[in-house]
């Protein structure tokens, strides 16, 4: 069965850390992009950062850029964001997903993917 699974989620402070994982079963992580999206209170899905492990690439969203760190770790079939120096604007529920038809990283979707995590929720506050 094909599925993802995010977790470390959690409330923070702001100018925290936390790191979310996505676990794959049922196909190989490495072979595809994943995607992060953050969904904030206003319901919008946006990307924050892709990694398409083939082609080396790394995508970050402009506002968490020298703050988040994707990774992949291919003996885990997992892919991490590691997410330093939290902000209150960061808060929101995080998936992680991706598209067996794509095989690049794409910052603004028009299109829904067919792979998806239930979500893990970050929430920064003092």
């Known amino acids: 069965q094909v599925q993802l699974v995010e977790s470390g989620g959690g409330l923070v402070q702001p100018g925290g850390s936390l790191r979310l994982s996505c676990v794959g079963s049922g196909f190989i992580l490495d072979h595809y992009p994943i995607h992060w999206f953050r969904q904030g209170p206003g319901g919008e899905r946006k990307v924050v950062s892709c990694?398409?492990?083939?082609?080396?690439?790394?995508y970050y969203e402009t506002s968490v850029k020298g703050r988040f760190t994707i990774s992949g770790d291919n003996a885990k079939n997992t892919v991490y964001l590691q997410m330093n120096n939290l902000k209150p604007e960061d808060t929101g529920d995080y998936f992680c997903?991706?598209?067996?038809?794509?095989?690049?990283?794409?910052?603004?979707?028009?299109?829904?993917?067919?792979?998806w995590g239930q979500g893990t929720q970050v929430t920064v506050s003092s």
């Open positions: 997903a991706t598209d067996f038809a794509i095989t690049f990283c794409d910052s603004d979707p028009r299109y829904e993917f067919d792979r």
């Open positions: 990694i398409a492990s083939r082609d080396d690439i790394k």
